[in-house]
């Protein structure tokens, strides 16, 4: 819960100064402020003059489930692990999340916080996601992504 609290409190604009400030202190980045506030609040300079002030690529910390730990997700991971051999295919990847996500205590700590229900994710999975190369992983079908896939793990 505690976990949570900072979470919202690093989202909300009146803290972005501060945190930047914490954050870039030698003991955490090492970073000066003016390097870390304006990606805080969405300040994005594309480096060919252009730049946009306060635009919706902000860190997120909360907003748009940031901090859930959705079980697709991680399938996704794990899957991952399967396409470069650290994992066998035959390995029940959804038994593996199942045992190791606890998304159940995220939403009981966000219930004890009192977190509206707007702020928790009707469901453990964001469904179907399609990457900036056009893959689509499917969680209900890992095995199809792999498939889908020309770069696979090298045998030697």
Same mark, same amino acid.
């Given at each position: 819960?505690?976990?949570?609290?900072? =979470? /919202?409190?690093?989202?909300?604009?009146?803290?972005? /100064?501060? *945190?930047? !400030?914490?954050? $870039?202190?030698? /003991?955490?980045?090492?970073? #000066?402020? &003016?390097?870390?506030?304006?990606?805080?609040?969405?300040?994005?300079?594309? $480096?060919?003059?252009?730049?946009?002030?306060? @635009?919706? =690529?902000?860190?997120? %910390?909360?907003?748009?489930?940031?901090?859930? #730990? %959705?079980?697709?997700?991680?399938?996704?991971?794990?899957? !991952?692990?399967?396409?470069? $051999?650290? %994992?066998?295919?035959?390995?029940?990847?959804?038994?593996?999340?199942?045992?190791?996500?606890?998304?159940?205590?995220?939403? @009981?700590?966000?219930?004890?916080?009192?977190? #509206?229900?707007?702020?928790? #994710?009707?469901? &453990?999975?964001?469904?179907?996601?399609?990457?900036?190369?056009?893959?689509?992983?499917? &969680?209900?079908?890992?095995?199809?992504?792999?498939?889908? *896939?020309?770069?696979?793990?090298?045998?030697?």
């Amino acid at each position: 819960m505690a976990v949570m609290e900072a =979470q /919202q409190w690093c989202e909300k604009s009146e803290n972005k /100064q501060e *945190l930047a !400030e914490i954050v $870039g202190k030698r /003991q955490w980045f090492n970073v #000066p402020v &003016p390097d870390i506030i304006g990606r805080l609040k969405g300040d994005v300079n594309y $480096g060919n003059g252009r730049i946009e002030k306060s @635009t919706k =690529q902000y860190m997120k %910390f909360w907003s748009e489930h940031a901090s859930y #730990p %959705f079980k697709s997700h991680d399938l996704w991971f794990v899957t !991952e692990d399967v396409r470069w $051999g650290k %994992f066998e295919p035959t390995t029940d990847t959804k038994a593996l999340v199942d045992k190791v996500n606890r998304e159940d205590l995220w939403r @009981t700590a966000a219930k004890e916080l009192s977190v #509206p229900a707007s702020d928790i #994710p009707a469901s &453990p999975s964001r469904g179907k996601e399609t990457f900036f190369d056009g893959k689509v992983f499917d &969680p209900a079908n890992p095995a199809a992504y792999l498939k889908s *896939l020309s770069i696979k793990r090298v045998e030697v």
